[in-house]
C-alpha cells in the first residue's frame, strides 16, 4: 500500500551505518594528537565530546557508548600528558564529557526502544490490514483490478476505508466505502461491513439485497456499540455496490452517497452518475426497496474507477482539490495497474505527502 523501509538492528543500529565510525574515530584522533603537541594554555579536549553525539546519529547505543569510552580515554592521555590528571582542569573535563557521554548512550537508548516498539505496531497494523482489507486479486474470471489504499496516518497504515470482492453468479460484485470518522471507530465498522459483505457471498443476494444487508450489519453494530443512544444514526458508511457481468457489456450498481465511479474509454473520463442515490449505509434499517439498481455500458477496453473520497477532497498547498478526472484523463499508460500506480504517484506529489483523509482506488479493465 505504500513505501516501507526495512531496518536491521544490532543493539540499535542500521548495519551499513557502522561504515561511519570513522568519522567519529578520526575526530578523537585528531583532537588527541593536535592537543597533544598544541601548548599546554590550549585545550581542545571538549571537542571530544563531539564523538559521541555523532556516533548516536547512526548507530546504536552500545557503539555509541564504547565511542564514548574513548573519548575519555583520550581525554585521560591528554590530561597525564599536560600537567597530570589531578588537575582541576582535566578532571572537570573528564567529569563532563563522562556525563554527557552517558546522557548521549541513554538517549540513543530510549530511541531505539521506541523504534522496535513503533516497528512492532506497524507490523500488527499490516497484519490487521491484511485480515480487514484481504488483497484483492489481480484477475478475476474476466476481469484485471488493481487497487491501492493510503492511509492518512502514516504509522497505522490502515483506517475506515474499505473494499472488498467476491464471485456472484455471472459476475462479480465489488463494494468500497468510506467509514464517517477516524481512528480505532472507523476501523471497527469498516471491519463490520467488511465482514457482513463477505459472509453474504454465499446467499446469492440481489444487489439491492445486499446494500440492505450491510446497510443493516451497520446499523446493528452501531446500534449495539451505543446501547441505542442518540449517536446511532451519526455513525455511517457511503458505499457503492456493484456488479460487474461476465457475459454482458454493463455494470450494475447501487450508490449509498458514495463518489461516482469515472469511466475510461478512448482517452476520454465519464462520471458514472446514478439517478436515485440511496442514503449511506447505516443511516437506519432500510429494506431493500430502498435501493435502486442503475445500469451502466462497461466494454472491452473500457477502465473503470473506483475511488473514496480522501481522493478528491485531497487538497494541495494552495487548497485547491485534487482534479481526478482531469489527472485520470491525462494518464496515456496502458491498464488498471499502470493508472493505479499513476494516480497514487500523482496524489502523493499533489497533497506533498500529507493527505487530509484516508484514499482508496479500484481500477478495473475487461477482457475482450
Known amino acids: 500500500m505504500g513505501f516501507r523501509h526495512d531496518v536491521t538492528h544490532l543493539g ?53 557508548g564504547a565511542i564514548g569510552a574513548l573519548a575519555v580515554a583520550a581525554q585521560a592521555v591528554i590530561g597525564h600528558l599536560h600537567g597530570g590528571l589531578m588537575t582541576a582542569n582535566h578532571q572537570a573535563q573528564i567529569a563532563a564529557l563522562v ?48 487497487s491501492v489504499y493510503i492511509a492518512a496516518e502514516a504509522e497505522a497504515q490502515i483506517g475506515g476505508d474499505l473494499y472488498a470482492a467476491v464471485s456472484a453468479p455471472g459476475a462479480t460484485r465489488l463494494v468500497i466505502g468510506d467509514v464517517r470518522g477516524k481512528g480505532l471507530p472507523a476501523i471497527g465498522e469498516a471491519s463490520v461491513l467488511v465482514g457482513a459483505f463477505h459472509g453474504s457471498a454465499y446467499r446469492n443476494l440481489s444487489l439491492p439485497g445486499i446494500a440492505a444487508h450491510l446497510g443493516n450489519a451497520v446499523y446493528w453494530n452501531a ?72 445500469t451502466f455500458g462497461f466494454e472491452p477496453g473500457d477502465l473503470l474507477l473506483l475511488y473514496t473520497d480522501g481522493v478528491i477532497e485531497c487538497r494541495d498547498r494552495s487548497g485547491a482539490f485534487y482534479p481526478l478526472a482531469d489527472r485520470a484523463g491525462s494518464w496515456r499508460g496502458s491498464g488498471p495497474q499502470s493508472l493505479v500506480r499513476h494516480l497514487h504517484e500523482d496524489l502523493i506529489r499533489y497533497a506533498d505527502g500529507n493527505l487530509g483523509d484516508d484514499a482508496a482506488m479500484i481500477a478495473i479493465a475487461k477482457s475482450s
Open 12 to 64: 540499535g543500529a542500521w548495519k551499513p551505518s557502522y561504515g561511519l565510525v570513522a568519522i567519529p574515530l578520526a575526530l578523537i584522533v585528531a583532537v588527541t594528537v593536535i592537543d597533544i603537541h598544541a601548548p599546554t594554555t590550549v585545550h581542545l579536549g571538549p571537542f571530544l565530546i563531539a564523538a559521541p553525539a555523532i556516533t548516536a546519529s547512526f548507530a546504536g547505543p552500545g557503539l555509541t
Open 99 to 146: 556525563v554527557i557521554s552517558v546522557f548521549v548512550t541513554i538517549f540513543r537508548y530510549v530511541r531505539d526502544r521506541r523504534e522496535r516498539q513503533l516497528g512492532q505496531v506497524r507490523s500488527v497494523a499490516a497484519a490487521a490490514q491484511q485480515v480487514l482489507l484481504r488483497p484483492l486479486p489481480r484477475r478475476i474470471g474476466p476481469l484485471r483490478i488493481a
Open 223 to 294: 446500534a449495539h456499540l451505543a446501547d441505542g443512544g442518540p449517536d446511532v444514526n451519526e455513525s455511517f458508511v457511503t458505499a457503492l455496490v456493484l456488479d460487474i457481468q461476465e457475459d454482458g457489456p454493463f455494470v450494475d450498481m447501487v450508490n449509498c452517497g458514495h463518489p461516482p465511479p469515472l469511466l475510461l474509454r478512448d482517452g476520454q473520463v465519464r462520471s458514472l452518475d446514478v439517478c436515485e442515490p440511496a442514503l449511506p449505509l447505516g443511516i437506519s434499517g432500510l429494506p431493500e426497496s430502498h435501493y435502486t439498481v442503475e
